[in-house]
């Protein structure tokens, strides 16, 4: 038997760039590079001679000047003396607190709701599917500016919870004021104060909030652990030690003594004069903003989880139903696992757009990351192409942040093949 030689190759031809199919799809990506990168350039430059002819450079040294203006709400110690940077650094935390109490709000309530629209139950069911279309199909804008005439037009001034017989009462047994200017809530205090570790620039850590996150991490560790050694015992004998009063001990038992050990307890507000006092007063703004975030987002939830539900087969309740599982079992054990698949991916959008439709924050003067470095910091610089290409940035990086943080779930969480 005799080899038959392999076909030489032909040799390089520049034609082949365009009608070989080899080099083909490499030569056209070539070409989109080039003129992309020309398109950057061009605007780069263009943007350069602009700002060079109206006596202007890109620089953001105005981050280090004197701010000059307050922020009503500022989870970080903040004065008008304080920078640009500082200021920005206060609305991106703003940012932040709202987005991350949105989300979870927003989707506890999204999954009620959408478990609520397969009810039974006709008229729970069309109350939800009500719910669902109000919230949906209005813009949110409007539901923020709703939300927040209503607490500012409703509800009583703090003086009408003065006196023998106020005008109003505080509620959730008396820890909580609704008020027209602001929401008087309880606050943690300690009745032995550990003190507080100073790292600089007024950056401060509770010894006592170091200590309660040394349990957590080492909770979560110990937890890791024993699962791993339950798993080896199982593996070994076949049979699966109980686990799980130990790991409730662990978690719950160091907390416990950290709680008594520093006297933890909840401080109400009390009415001094004109203000409540004693507690931590949240302003309007920002709750008008997280409650109208969180309906108007839910909706949309509620509208993924009826239908990672629905994908799922019927089946796999029928078969559950014969194991003799009851039908809230049977949602929590077998449907919303295999749902998340279908759940997670498009709810990572929803919660994109969450964190972007807080940008509408300046609609009720609640100063977030658009309203200090792309509002106030913009208008007394003059920097706008400064501000408004660090603004971008940083939504950027939120963005990326939390799509590879729900990725990473997503791939734990998925349905696992052979």
């Not at 959730?172 to 570790?197: E, I, K, Q």
């Not at 850590?205 to 199982?234: E, H, S, Y």
Request: proline share 5%; aromatic share 10%; glycine share 6%.
């Amino acid at each position: 038997m005799t080899d038959v030689p392999a076909p030489a190759s032909p040799p390089f031809r520049p034609s082949m760039l365009i009608y070989d199919r080899r080099y083909r799809s490499l030569t056209f990506q070539v070409i989109v590079f080039i003129l992309v990168m020309a398109a950057a350039w061009w605007l780069v430059d263009n943007t350069i001679r602009n700002l060079a002819l109206m006596g202007k450079n890109f620089n953001f040294g105005f981050l280090f000047q004197r701010a000059g203006y307050d922020i009503p709400q500022t989870p970080i110690p903040y004065t008008s003396d304080d920078t640009h940077l500082r200021a920005t650094v206060v609305g991106l935390l703003n940012t932040l607190i709202v987005s991350i109490l949105g989300c979870i709000s927003a989707t506890i309530l999204g999954v009620i709701v959408g478990v609520a629209r397969l009810s039974k139950n006709w008229l729970f069911a069309r109350l939800m599917t009500v719910f669902v279309e109000i919230f949906r199909n209005m813009p949110l804008l409007l539901w923020i500016l709703i939300v927040y005439a209503i607490f500012t037009e409703i509800l009583p001034t703090p003086a009408a919870y003065r006196g023998e017989n106020p005008e109003w009462s505080m509620i959730f047994f008396d820890h909580v004021a609704l008020t027209n200017r602001y929401t008087a809530l309880p606050t943690l205090a300690m009745t032995n104060d550990p003190g507080s570790l100073d790292l600089g620039a007024r950056v401060t850590f509770n010894w006592a909030t170091i200590a309660f996150a040394t349990v957590l991490i080492g909770g979560l560790l110990a937890r890791r652990a024993i699962k791993a050694w339950a798993q080896r015992v199982q593996d070994r004998t076949g049979d699966r030690p109980t686990t799980w009063w130990i790991n409730l001990a662990i978690m719950t038992i160091p907390s416990l003594l950290l709680i008594w050990h520093f006297g933890l307890h909840l401080e109400r507000p009390a009415l001094t004069g004109f203000n409540f006092t004693g507690g931590l007063n949240v302003s309007n703004a920002l709750v008008a903003l997280w409650l109208a975030l969180t309906l108007y987002t839910a909706a949309f939830i509620a509208e993924i989880v009826r239908a990672g539900i629905l994908a799922v087969s019927r089946g796999q309740t029928e078969a559950a139903f014969a194991l003799g599982l009851r039908p809230n079992r049977t949602m929590n054990l077998v449907i919303l696992p295999q749902a998340l698949r279908v759940i997670v991916p498009p709810l990572i959008s929803q919660y994109l757009n969450l964190m972007k439709n807080s940008s509408l924050a300046i609609a009720v003067g609640y100063m977030d990351l658009r309203g200090t470095l792309g509002g106030t910091t913009l208008n007394q610089t003059g920097r706008e192409l400064e501000a408004i290409v660090l603004m971008m940035l940083i939504y950027l990086i939120l963005s990326l942040i939390i799509s590879a943080g729900m990725n990473v779930f997503n791939a734990s969480v998925k349905l696992k093949e052979r």
